[in-house]
Each structure stands twice: as C-alpha cells, then as structure tokens.
C-alpha cells in the first residue's frame, strides 16, 4: 500500500511518501524542510504568523508530490509547539485546507509509541539460535529529541513506558542561547544544562530507563551530531542510519559544537542551514542523556516517527 505521511514539529516539516508492507517500508519520496513552527511559542503562547505560511508553502508542495506518486492514504501529524499553541485552530484549518485530512495535534505519549515503532521496526534482533549478538540488543531506550519536546520511551517488541519533556533543541536556544554570545557563555550553557537536568530526573522518576540495554537516537540534533563525529563530507543518511557513536564522541562532538561560532558551524558540510542556531542545545541535550544514563554508545537512527506514522496506516 503506498501512503504518505507528514510530521510537523517544532523545527521542521517532513515528508514521507512510501510502499508498505506487512514487514517492510520502502521509501517512495523523503523530504525535510525547516520551517520553525515553533518560533517564539515557548515565549508568546502562539503560532505566528509568519511562521505558520513558511508551513503551509512547505506542505503545499508536499501535497503536489503526494498526488504525483498516488499515494492511497494520508496521515499529518503535529506535535510539541502546537499542542503549546494557543492558536493551534488556525493551523490545524491550514492543514485542513491543503491535505483534505484533519491534522492530528498528537499527545506526547502518542508521539513516543511512533518514534518506537518507527526507530525500532528495521533493528535486526538478537538471533535466539545463536548467544552472538546480530544487533542492538533491547530492550531499548528511544530517545526523540525535538525542537520543542523531547521524548523517551522504553520497550522491547512494543513500547511499554514512555514520557515526554518540554526539552527542545529551539525551545532551550530561545529560553537560554539566543542572546548568549557566539560561541554562548558558560553561564548560559549552565542554564540549559539546569533545565535539561531536571527534565531527566522526571524521566529517570517515570521510565524505566536503566532498564535499557541499548539507547537509540533520532532526529535531526542526533543525526547531524552523527555526521559531524564521522567527519562526513556531506549528510550522507545512508552512512548515519545505524552508525554507533561512543559516549566519547558525543562529548567530543558537543564540546567542538558549543565552542564554535555560528559561521563555524554553518560550515560543516553536514549542517543543515535551518540547525545552525540550535544544534548546540540539541547535541547537549543528548551529551546530558548519555552521561546521567551512563550508556557507552548511541545507536542513530534515520527512522522515526515519520516511519512510525506510515506503518500506522498499514495496521
């Protein structure tokens, strides 16, 4: 069945046009653009204006592609910075609007079960005929880290425990890094570093997180992390889909990040131009998880939520 899926989140808006079955997904068409919702939501309450025409010009071309590959069903959905938006009627009529379908401002524990089924379908089990590993071993720790929310769930075949955490790549530049100096000061980063802290501890106090064998990364602050610790020449996915960073790497990473200018880090040929500004908090907020829950190694994964939204339409 061929369906497309559509994620719009707090930073960016992404496409996924695929042929599923009942035990594979095989990518028709996979577009990202950025488009910052959630500009000022964590500040004024609302969406603004501005913001909410970058997303519609975005899905409009979506909705051109869509109709070119035939996709059968579609499925949008919206998460952290609208689900905070006090105006979110305006977007959800937008939507509306272009697809034909009513968007979907899905809950935080709605948005993890996604994540978890998108990230985890493709990881090969361990082999019950052999005690040698074939692959990352659950259970898992999945962690999305967004441009508004984060989210943490934990399963094995399914999720069991999940939460989400108002911890995002934008909301903690808006809250904190904005106005903190290129590259931010030390008491800047200390007050990021504070609020992921404290979100984490609510994490440890719900999820069974310690319980996990294996954590699993995803989303853009992840991916690009990943491609700046393989010293790629260009976002190559391929290369960043299942690579293994050590817990060394990350810090490695974080630290080059946080001590860059803007220019610095626009330069990377595996940056985004939509991430300069907010990749240091992403890449902390993932440093932060990696030493609180004391895992060796991150698995990234280019699958997310935007898979999981496409194998909901096959269930």
């Known amino acids: ?4 899926a559509i994620d719009c989140g707090t930073n960016s808006v992404r496409l996924l046009v695929a042929d599923v079955g009942e035990a594979a997904l095989a990518d028709v068409e996979r577009r990202m ?6 500009q ?3 500040r004024t309450g609302r969406l603004a204006p501005e913001a909410l025409e970058r997303t519609f010009g975005a899905m409009r071309a979506y909705r051109k592609l869509i109709d070119q590959h035939g996709a059968g069903a579609t499925r949008v959905v919206a998460t952290s910075a609208t689900r905070d938006a006090a105006n979110r009627q305006e977007f959800t009529d937008g939507v509306r609007e272009i697809f034909g379908v009513e968007p ?7 948005e993890a ?5 998108g990230a985890t379908r493709g990881l090969v089990r361990l082999s019950p005929e052999t005690e040698v590993p074939q692959g990352p071993l659950p259970p898992y720790l999945v962690v999305d880290i967004g441009g508004g929310s984060t989210e943490f769930v934990v399963g094995s075949e399914h999720a069991e425990s999940a939460i989400s955490v108002d911890i995002g790549c934008v909301r903690l530049t808006e809250r904190h890094l904005r106005d903190a100096g290129d590259p931010p000061s030390a008491a800047a980063l200390e007050a990021v570093v504070a609020d992921v802290e404290a979100a984490l501890a609510r994490v440890e106090d719900e999820v069974p997180v310690r319980d ?6 995803l989303a853009g602050s992840v991916t690009t992390v990943a491609g700046v610790a393989l010293d790629l020449p260009a976002y190559l996915p391929e290369r960043i889909h299942h690579a293994r960073l050590s817990s060394e790497q990350v810090h490695d990473v974080t630290r080059r990040l946080l001590a860059m200018t803007h220019d610095e880090r626009a330069a990377l040929p595996v940056m985004h131009p939509g ?3 907010v990749i240091g908090a992403g890449a902390l907020i993932l440093d932060r998880i990696v ?7 991150v698995v990234v994964s280019e699958h997310d939520i935007l898979d999981g939204i496409a194998w909901s339409l096959v269930r």
Not at 291 to 297: L, P, T, V, Y
């Open 113 to 117: 079960e996604l994540s978890f089924t």
């Open 291 to 297: 030493r609180r829950f004391g895992f060796e190694q």
């Open 275 to 277: 991430r300069v500004d």
């Open 40 to 42: 000022g939501v964590d």
């Open 212 to 217: 996990a064998r294996t954590l699993v990364g």
């Open 33 to 38: 653009e950025i488009v910052r919702l959630g």
């Open 104 to 110: 979907e401002v899905i809950s935080g524990s709605e």
């Open 1 to 4: 069945m061929r369906v497309a």
